[in-house]
């Protein structure tokens, strides 16, 4: 018997079951769009972390307080004002970081990698009004004028605030483009005062729209930015910083300048003394590295999860053919009596098996390049060709594999036996 004849008995056998056959290829499909689709997802999701951690610059660095150094209080923010505490160790003192910290990190002799060091503090969700209208600001960020550059924002329109603002605490503030929509409308905000948290501030610029997706916890795009003096003055007080962006020459330098930071600090902050620092120095290299192995770590994850329920439409295929078997009987019986080989009998039912799982495969890549197509949970999924055709070729080895039990069952049916079965 050809390849042909046992593929057209194949085919006939599954037409004559066509609801059955139907539910089974549809386990598969299923199984193999949601490997697809998930990974989609996964990557997707890396990709807009990768894209967001980007905006702030690959030749920036990031300063922030350790919670771990020597001596360092509890307390969240860490603006204790120096306190000291008992430890396993000797006593020692931490320190916050402070605008001259930042100062001495512009160096051009201890620090000839560094372009500028920007002090930074934030007040987060601050409420502004305009005109008995409100918004919540989610990042209020006092600053210097060198941070737009260090942190990738752009003004779109109007200007940034000056050092002249910083040295007299000048109440002015740039704005993103959500926060002036929402308090502003079709209004141009430049000029105009908002007040925030009952402080009043001039608007002087508005940000370019980052393009950050929707899928963030906060929006991007709903920051005000103004002199550090004044955030310090009217907001946060005059504590440690939160924060101090570091911009290197270029992004060949930022190995280079992240060394003679950590040197500069570590005299400031008694390191030596303390055995610990109280501060860390994060680049933005070393943070992508680590979000994407996590997300390689989250996407193999839902690849997983998807994969069980190709295992299940797999089982399906099993339980379908067993079924199958026991009904035709009869007619294996006959067939093998006028003279089918063994050969034909397990051809025809593994055939059965690699159609439904064949057919269910290329129906769940269908299924899965569609739904890629469309936004899940505020994440764009990008697809991944290796997973089409891994999910593909591992439908159609489950097909063969979970259809050889119930094939081989019937190829091994005496005729005499088969005839017998009612």
């Keep these: 018997m050809s390849a ?14 066509k609801l059955r056959s139907s539910l089974t290829t549809l386990g598969v499909l299923i199984g193999v769009g949601a490997v697809i689709l998930l990974v989609a997802v996964g990557n997707g999701s890396s990709e807009q972390i990768k894209k967001s951690i980007q905006r702030l ?8 307080q350790s919670t771990t150094g020597a001596g360092r209080p509890g307390t969240p923010g860490g603006r204790s004002g120096g306190q000291s505490e008992q430890s396993s160790g000797p006593r020692t003192q931490a320190h916050d970081l402070t605008a001259q910290d930042a100062a001495a990190l512009v160096d ?11 002090p930074v503090v934030t007040s987060p969700s601050v409420t502004a009004g305009y005109a008995g209208t409100s918004a919540t600001i989610d990042q209020f960020v006092g600053t210097t004028p060198s941070y737009f550059a260090a942190a990738n924002k752009t003004v779109a329109s109007g200007s940034a605030f000056t050092g002249d603002d910083v040295t007299a605490a000048g109440k002015t503030v740039v704005i993103g483009s959500s926060l ?3 308090l502003f409308g079709r209004v141009d905000p430049l000029g105009k005062r908002i007040d925030v948290d009952g402080i009043r501030f001039t608007v002087t610029g508005v940000l370019k729209e980052s393009g950050s997706s929707s899928s963030s916890f906060t929006d991007p795009d709903s920051i005000a930015i103004a002199p550090l003096t004044a955030v310090q003055q009217s907001l946060t007080g005059y ?19 992240e060394a003679e930071i950590t040197e500069i600090l570590n005299g400031r902050h008694d390191v030596a003394f303390s055995g610990a620092a109280d501060f860390s120095v994060s680049s933005q290299a070393g943070i992508q590295s680590a979000v994407g192995e996590s997300s390689r770590t989250f996407t193999v994850l839902l690849g997983a999860v998807a994969a069980i329920s190709l295992l299940v439409g797999g089982i399906g295929i099993t339980n379908i053919m067993l079924v199958t078997v026991t009904e035709r009987t009869r007619e294996i019986g006959i067939r ?21 799982s064949l057919l269910g495969g290329l129906l769940g890549v269908a299924a899965g390049v569609i739904g890629s197509r469309f936004t899940i949970v505020g994440v764009r999924p990008v697809l991944v060709p290796s997973s089409i055709a891994l999910a593909l070729g591992v439908s159609i080895a489950i097909g ?6 119930p094939a081989n069952r019937a190829a091994k049916l005496r005729p005499i036996e088969a005839l017998r079965h009612e």
């Design 4 to 17: 042909l004849e046992v593929l057209r008995f194949a085919l006939r056998g599954l037409m004559a079951n």
């Design 57 to 64: 610059g690959a030749d920036s660095l990031t300063v922030t």
């Design 108 to 118: 051009p002799v201890n620090a000839p990698s560094v372009e500028t060091a920007s």
């Design 180 to 182: 002036a929509e929402d």
């Design 239 to 257: 504590g440690g910083l939160d924060q101090v962006i570091v911009q290197a020459k270029d992004s060949g330098a930022v190995d280079a300048a």
């Design 336 to 356: 093998k009596a006028i003279g089918a080989p063994r050969g034909a009998i397990l051809g025809q039912f593994m055939a059965e098996a690699t159609v439904l």
């Design 400 to 405: 063969l594999f979970f259809g050889s039990y």
